[in-house]
Nanobody, 125 residues
Framework: QVQLVESGGGLVQAGGSLRLSCAASGRTFSDYTMGWFRQAPGKEREFVAAITRSGLGAYYTDSVKGRFTISRDNAKNTLSLQMNSPKPEDTAVYYC??????????????????WGQGTQVTVSS
């Protein structure tokens, strides 16, 4: 399995910006569809964004479209999530996910994907 370590979380003001990173190791990074999920207190884990193996295609949940950008660097084995204009409702623990399914196959990602330990993002109003 691929090992994932997230970083970059913290406290940010609404309207600011924050960049999350995920470092992958153990397997060939470019073999995996990569994604970000998040979980707020008392809520289920939800999909945020995903990116294809090549990095040429991306998919976002509606609530973050136009504000968040997912990207990857296959040479550096890293995944990123640029969070612009975050809102208080974006507050959650953000998790990096790696799986071998299709870009929009969230069930596969959740059931069979590898996960990092998560990084807390808190957006103040």
């Amino acid at each position: 399995q691929v090992q994932l370590v997230e970083s970059g979380g913290g406290l940010v003001q609404a309207g600011g910006s924050l960049r999350l990173s995920c470092a992958a190791s153990g397997r060939t990074f470019s073999d995996y569809t990569m994604g970000w999920f998040r979980q707020a207190p008392g809520k289920e884990r939800e999909f945020v964004a995903a990116i294809t193996r090549s990095g040429l295609g991306a998919y976002y949940t509606d609530s973050v479209k136009g504000r968040f950008t997912i990207s990857r660097d296959n040479a550096k084995n890293t995944l990123s999530l640029q969070m612009n204009s975050p809102k208080p409702e974006d507050t959650a623990v953000y998790y990096c996910n790696a799986h071998t399914g299709g870009l929009a196959n969230m069930d596969y990602a959740i059931r069979f994907g590898s996960w990092g330990q998560g990084t807390q993002v808190t957006v103040s109003s």
